[in-house]
């Protein structure tokens, strides 16, 4: 499915544990295996406790996607996880879930609901081409301003960051640490050395890394990398 991945996570030991997920500019619809939901843009690290012989699937939406599919601003559930029969109606949520919950494969299940989701959206418009979110993101990766990137646009900075707001979730600047980490951490787990993954990521030096991934993560990087890997 364009723009969009799908993921499960499960807990098979006799202990639950706690799952830590990473802000990460996506919106995701997640099947618990009771009830489905919509998790917002994060801010900050969120704690999932997730028991023995929970089973987790969801379809996560790329930055700027997931707005237009699920039919609700991005800022609306900044840091919220929503029950899907807030933001759809109830009776479409309920065939929703009947359909996810008697099926044999819940994941593939959940996979064609958001494809139909993606379908239903493009029919009533909803996905036609928006450039300012690909500008922005465009924008953040190669390092312009909030002005740059607005006079490019041909916005206001205050329009720049509503527009933000909307597909996002957050404006330009908190858009940008969070992808900037995501890119950090995608370095870290390949083995570089700190002080590198602070320059190519784009940080200004290694304490700057520190200081921000403790602050999105809520922990240090060496320890998120190890619960990680213990995980």
């Known amino acids: 499915m364009p723009g969009a991945v799908v993921w499960t996570q499960s807990r098979d030991t006799d202990a639950g544990a706690d799952i830590r997920v990473l802000p990460d500019g996506c919106m ?3 099947w618990t295996g009771r009830r489905l939901l919509v998790a917002g843009p994060d801010t900050a ?3 999932v406790p997730v028991r023995a012989g929970d089973a987790y699937s969801g379809v ?3 930055p700027g996607t997931g707005p237009c599919v699920l039919g609700i601003a991005a800022h609306e559930l900044r840091d919220r ?3 899907l029969d807030e933001l759809w109606p109830q009776r479409q949520e309920r065939e929703v879930a009947e359909r ?3 099926a044999a494969d819940r994941t593939a299940a959940l996979e064609a609901v958001a494809a139909g989701a993606v379908a239903s959206s493009a029919r009533r418009g909803r996905t036609r081409r928006d450039r300012v979110p690909e500008a922005v993101l ?3 990766r190669h390092r312009l301003t909030v ?3 607005a006079r ?3 916005l206001s900075e205050r329009q720049l960051h509503r527009r933000c707001l909307e597909a996002f979730g957050y404006g330009p600047k908190t858009l940008d640490r969070v992808l900037r980490l995501a890119r950090a951490l995608d370095r870290a787990r390949a083995g570089l050395p700190f002080a590198q993954v602070a320059s190519l990521a784009g940080y200004a030096d290694q304490a700057h890394l520190a200081r921000e991934v403790r602050a999105l993560a809520g922990v240090p990087l060496g320890r998120l990398l190890a619960d990680e890997s213990a995980g």
């Open 100 to 102: 996810i919950w008697g």
């Open 60 to 62: 996560r939406f790329a």
């Open 81 to 83: 996880r929503v029950p």
């Open 45 to 47: 690290a969120h704690m």
């Open 138 to 140: 465009w924008g953040v």
């Open 152 to 154: 490019e646009l041909t």
């Open 147 to 149: 002005r740059e990137l």
């Open 28 to 30: 995701d619809l997640i």
